[in-house]
């Protein structure tokens, strides 16, 4: 199950390595229709990329106005890379969870003779989003803190879980691109699951580029 926080970690340690590198990887970002993207985060992944090592410093650029991207790179390797931009929406490829079982990782060889290539990053259509409120099925007071665990209907143990915390109760949980179960978690309440709290075997789907609303009503334990 792949954990927020240790996503967050990991994306944490992204950082872009000195310039003076003589391995670059250059390209250019586009939407789903063509149209350069700026203010995407590009990384790329070594062949001997250990996640589990966080000390490990990636590789990584933002793409300017025109979708245009280098990334200084240490040594010569295989490199796979991926793009994140969340707060406009699309989460990152590196996560399988979110990835497109279809979406195509571009690869790039560097070695001596080879220190410089060119790539473009096509993205996909955004994440959709799961949106609503989570209130107390007895008194109609909003639950402020949630737990969501969301897992892939044709693979359960492809899983991700964040929080929602607000007044109101209100929540923006992005989704994958597949159908996926859902389970609500919060302290003191029994379990919601599904869309109407019982249903675990209906999966969930919501189309990119749209929200799906669902009101989460938590029975006291």
């Known amino acids: 199950m792949i954990d927020l926080i240790a996503s967050s970690l990991l994306l944490a340690a992204l950082t872009l390595l000195p310039p003076q590198s003589a391995h670059i990887v250059t390209g ?8 350069p993207v700026g203010g995407v985060r590009v990384c790329a992944y070594a062949e001997d990329f250990d996640p589990n090592n966080l000390t490990v410093g990636i590789p990584c650029a933002f793409s300017d106005a025109r979708g245009r991207f280098a990334i200084a790179v240490n040594k010569a390797s295989k490199y796979k890379l991926h793009y994140h931009h969340g707060t406009n929406g699309y989460w990152s490829t590196y996560l399988p969870f979110f990835r497109h ?52 209907a044709a693979n359960p143990e492809m899983c991700w879980r964040t929080s929602a915390k607000s007044s109101d109760g209100s929540f923006a949980i992005p989704a994958p691109y597949v159908p996926f179960t859902l389970r609500v978690k919060a302290d003191g309440f029994d379990d919601w699951v599904g869309t109407n709290g019982e249903d675990q075997a209906t999966p969930i789907t919501v189309a990119p580029e749209t929200k799906a609303e669902i009101a989460v009503y938590l029975r006291r334990s």
């Open 101 to 152: 079982p279809s979406a195509s990782i571009p690869e790039v060889l560097l070695d001596e003779a080879n220190a410089q290539a060119a790539v473009k990053i096509s993205m996909l259509p955004e994440n959709g989003l799961l949106v609503g409120r989570s209130v107390d099925a007895k008194t109609g007071l909003p639950v402020e803190s949630t737990e969501f665990i969301l897992c892939r």
């Open 28 to 35: 250019r970002v586009q939407d789903n229709v063509g149209k």
